[in-house]
């Protein structure tokens, strides 16, 4: 017998997309036909020196490679080679079966494939594409990511929209945590230091399933990278800073691992952010400036099977909001509207006064993974999240000093317990259970609430499995949820109690087509559902941002959304396509419609807005598209668009992105002297006009002192701003020295100083958007 | 050393899951029946007599109120001396005066009036803040030279931060925290 060689040759460099993330593994046991595992073989990525051989059970793993395309082959002495080209985007555990020398022919068995490959349309940032936007919020970062958008209150707050759907639609899950705060208020940004993460990923479309009740829109999942638990040190950490509003950041990580105690590892990570007044390119945003502090820290400790985390976390910032939004009655929002530029005059400033945020989140994590082997693994997950957000308004006459406008203070207590068990019969499954206790306390200096106290409970149990062959993967899942809430409120002086119960069945279905080596196409129907959120139920008061009574109605039923999704994704050398479609059907969508006539109080007249339900459907197309021209020419296309309507009078809805296109060309210079990766890049973003609009119902004429305001256009407040182009450009690259590697970037923003309003941004009657903003970034590991 | 580290936490998540049982939630706070401004009163007097007018809405917040708005009856030829009085009566018991916040914040607060049609009557505002820019609760109403019906439309606004430190004040700023009208009739 001939001891056969085993070649793993990296196929084609993916300089282009792939080496962003490279802490992925491939790992899973060699057996013969007889089901014997086979030790001694050899596993070898040629041009790269990874290679490993299996242990006595058969087992082995491949460490810290990168996305991308990768041709294994397999054998073992006394047996034949056998070849695997796999695209590598997460990573997989592949079995392989080695038929006897000579035998049989000489092609690929494969026992099972156990991928984390998502039936649903996703979008990754990995850590490359992190470093280039440190120091901005995560609603702003993810904005790069084809069909996501971000829901602006100014400059400073950004609420993630997937596929036209934000806020209490949205699920974000940190570190295995799903965030639980005040969602529901569109000027909420989520409470998440996107430094603790190396990863994020965007699960586009109804996903309730996997991930619970409110999943409709779609799924965020922040995940840090692992805790260091052999002996050791690691630092990380960013330096950045912006011009527009002298923006200062910097965070810094650490990883310790001793010797004394092995497997035992500890984390912190710290970061910091300030940043003063933006400046359009005519005038400044009055206290629009914002700080923020974030701390957190991991213990873990891994003994054989075992992992045991202990995280701890806090978010703590202060955002001003504009001032020139700030106003009492419509005749000063007319007023606000139609003066070409904010009555608040402003200079630069890092101070923030009234009105602003408070805002602090806590987490603590306790979290148990258990190894069984031939079995599965085992995760239970406790966390203690506290939500605590305070509203400084400026006082107004009869409120008391000193005291907040409104706060809020959110208790979750959460428990997981989830199960992935082993392949069995070529299944890969999970089936996982929760329960969650949550408690809202809300106080206010003398104004109306929003939203009631109340005490709710949740529990759920899921189960999705998954099959795959060479050429199919399939996907399958149902949850059940139950969902108890009891309020507590007053009703003019007596207290009252209701007490509100949902229970909601979802399902998913997925299939891969794995057309060849390069292609593959994704399908994929997921169901969600969200209960009516408390303030959709209970608001009666004023919304002080727009001037406009808000009305709730507590007969509004479980809003369901019923997606289907297909993608079709493409890998080349030199190219990669991704083309998604999508069809949401949300039954119920809950929604605010103006109703006239407008409320006359002792302050003037408002409009008044009710909460209603209708059955839409939202329709649309991302794409992505990248190509390598030459060695030093890439070219980036991103372009999505979408379509929201009421099915049954066939009128658009409002509030729904812009079809946009960003495209962006870098020029790779390669290594020059001590830079490496030396890249300038060219970036361009065009955002259409917002034409679908809702027809216009009714109208309201105010009078200001100048001039006549009509309302209710196309049951809007003003026509949306025209479209607009935006360009930026920046270089990057990185040194290294010694064993450390600095990357840096340096670039601007809105080149030309253009100005414009974006018609997601609620600030757009009142504002122009901020103008150049010049910014630099330091990342280094050392 | 990092074996030290293990120990508090574990105690702090253990205690915070325990912490779970305070049940602050059964206690909410009683929602404002009205707005905190209930009554508008706007008072004159010509020496000898004293005439209120007010503006009231204390049943009720939003479109579910009922307001109630008196004439002011005023004398031709006369002159008078007033004042804005606003008051929160949701309890019967404990009014309270609202002005005097406005007093007291001088520098954020300025009462305009209007007057409907503008040759009904002139009003004079007599009272100044710190700055010499007029405050506008107490006003002077003269040239009552013809019989007739209008209104006196009173608008406050809180400009905290932003009104002028000269001059006669910027109507345009701010946010609006009273803007009522009353019947004026002249006999």
């Known amino acids: 017998m001939i001891k056969t060689l085993y070649y793993v040759y990296f196929l084609i460099s993916f300089i282009t997309f792939g080496q962003d993330n490279c802490n992925l593994f491939i790992k899973g046991e060699i057996y013969d036909v007889s089901n014997q595992v086979i030790s001694d073989a050899t596993i070898v990525i040629k041009n790269d020196s990874i290679r490993t051989i299996t242990n006595e059970k058969g087992e082995y793993k491949l460490l810290n490679l990168c996305a991308g395309q990768y041709e294994i082959v397999v054998s073992a002495l006394g047996y034949n080679k056998i070849t695997k080209t796999m695209y590598l985007k997460h990573s997989i555990h592949q079995d392989f079966v080695l038929e006897n020398d000579g035998v049989s022919l000489n092609e690929v068995k494969i026992v099972s494939q156990k991928t984390y490959n998502l039936t649903e349309p996703t979008s990754d940032l990995k850590e490359a594409d992190l470093n280039k936007s440190r120091g901005q919020s995560l609603g702003e970062i993810l904005k790069v990511l084809p069909g996501v958008n971000a829901v602006q209150t100014g400059p400073s707050l950004y609420k993630p929209m997937i596929h036209g759907l934000f806020g209490n639609r949205i699920v974000t899950i940190n570190n295995g945590l799903r965030l639980e705060s005040q969602q529901w208020g569109s000027d909420h940004a989520p409470e998440i230091d996107p430094f603790t993460a190396n990863k994020i990923t965007v699960v586009k479309g109804a996903s309730g399933v996997k991930y619970g009740s409110e999943a409709i829109g779609g799924v965020i999942i922040l995940s840090p990278e692992e805790v260091l638990t052999t002996p050791g040190y690691k630092v990380g950490g960013f330096v950045s800073g912006f011009s527009n509003n002298n923006q200062a950041n910097f965070g810094i990580k650490t990883d310790v691992s001793g010797k004394k105690i092995k497997g035992l590892g500890l984390r912190l990570s710290s970061s910091f952010k300030k940043g003063g007044n933006f400046k359009t390119p005519n005038y400044y945003l009055a206290n629009t400036g914002s700080s923020e502090y974030n701390l957190s820290t991991t213990l873990v400790y891994k003994y054989k099977n075992w992992l045991t985390e202990v995280y701890l976390s806090q978010f703590k910032a202060n955002i001003g909001l504009f001032r020139g939004a700030q106003f009492g009655n419509m005749e000063d929002l007319a007023t606000a509207i139609t003066s070409s530029r904010p009555r608040v005059n402003a200079d630069f400033t890092y101070d923030i006064s009234k009105p602003y945020q408070e805002v602090k989140h806590q987490v603590y994590k306790l979290a148990q993974k258990i190894k069984i082997d031939n079995i599965g693994n085992l995760e239970l997950i406790f966390g203690a999240q506290n939500n605590y957000r305070a509203e400084w308004d400026i006082k107004e006459l009869g409120q008391q000093q000193d005291k907040a406008t409104i706060d809020f203070g959110l208790t979750t207590y959460s428990a997981n317990i989830n199960f992935q068990h082993s392949i069995f019969k070529g299944f890969v499954g999970e089936v996982g259970t929760f329960a969650m206790r949550q408690a809202n306390v809300v106080s206010s200096n003398n104004v109306r609430l929003f939203i009631p106290n109340y005490r709710s409970y949740n529990a759920g149990i899921f189960w999705t499995e998954k099959y795959a062959t060479t050429k199919w993967e399939f996907e399958a899942g149902m949850r059940y949820d139950n969902r108890y809430y009891k309020v507590f409120k007053y009703d003019k002086n007596e207290l009252i109690s209701p007490e509100l119960r949902y229970d909601n069945f979802s399902y998913s279905l997925g299939a891969n087509r794995l057309i060849n080596k390069h292609i593959t196409l994704k399908s994929n129907i997921g169901t969600a559902y969200r209960p009516p959120g408390m303030n959709e139920l209970y608001a009666d008061g004023l919304h002080h941002g727009l001037s406009s009574f808000e009305i709730g109605n507590q007969n509004l039923k479980t809003e369901v959304a019923n997606n289907t999704n297909l993608s079709l994704v493409a890998l080349y050398s030199k190219t990669k396509l991704e083309l998604t479609v999508f069809n949401n059907v949300i039954n119920n969508y809950i929604y605010l419609t103006p109703s006239i006539p407008a409320v006359v109080t002792v302050r003037g007249v408002f409009l008044s807005y009710k909460y209603v339900q209708a059955d839409i459907v939202m329709r649309g197309v991302d794409l992505y598209f990248e190509q390598l021209f030459t060695k030093t020419i890439k070219y980036q296309l991103k372009a999505s668009g979408l379509i929201g309507k009421n099915r049954l009078n066939h009128d658009y809805l409002i509030m729904m992105p812009p079809n946009r296109v960003n495209n962006a060309i870098d020029y790779i210079f390669g290594k020059k002297g001590i830079f490496h990766d030396l890249t300038f890049s060219l970036n361009h973003q065009y955002v259409a006009k917002q034409n679908n609009l809702p027809t216009t119902k009714q109208t309201l004429e105010i009078n200001t002192s100048s001039n006549t305001v009509t309302f209710g256009q196309n049951d809007d407040y003003l026509a949306p701003p025209s479209g607009y182009h935006l360009f930026g450009s920046s270089l990057s690259s990185n040194v290294k020295i010694r064993n450390q590697i600095i990357d840096f970037r340096m670039g601007v923003q809105n080149v030309f100083n253009i100005t414009y309003r974006d018609y997601l941004n609620r600030y757009r009657y009142f504002a122009n958007e901020a103008g150049r903003n010049f910014f630099f970034q330091f990342n280094f590991n050392l | ?187």
């Open chain 2, 1 to 187: 050393m990092k074996n030290n580290f293990s120990a508090p936490f574990c105690v702090l998540v253990a205690t915070m899951l325990l912490l779970s049982c305070k049940k602050k939630e059964e206690n909410p706070q009683k929602n404002p029946e009205n707005e905190l401004i209930t009554t508008v009163q706007i008072k004159v007097s010509d020496g000898t007599e004293t005439k209120t007018a007010q503006w009231k809405n204390v049943a009720g917040y939003g479109n579910s109120g009922n307001i109630t708005i008196d004439t002011l009856f005023l004398k031709q030829g006369s002159t008078y001396t007033g004042e804005i009085v606003l008051l929160n009566e949701s309890n019967p018991n404990d009014i309270d005066t609202i002005s005097y916040e406005v007093e007291e914040e001088a520098e954020d607060h300025q009462f305009f009036y209007f007057v409907q049609p503008t040759s009904l009557f002139t009003l004079n505002i007599l009272d100044k803040d710190k700055n010499m820019v007029p405050i506008g609760l107490e006003f002077e109403v003269k040239n009552l030279s013809n019989v007739g019906t209008g209104s006196l439309r009173a608008v406050l606004k809180h400009q905290a931060a932003l009104k002028p430190k000269s001059g006669q004040g910027d109507f345009t700023l701010g946010s609006t925290d009273v803007d009522i009208s009353i019947p004026v009739k002249i006999k």
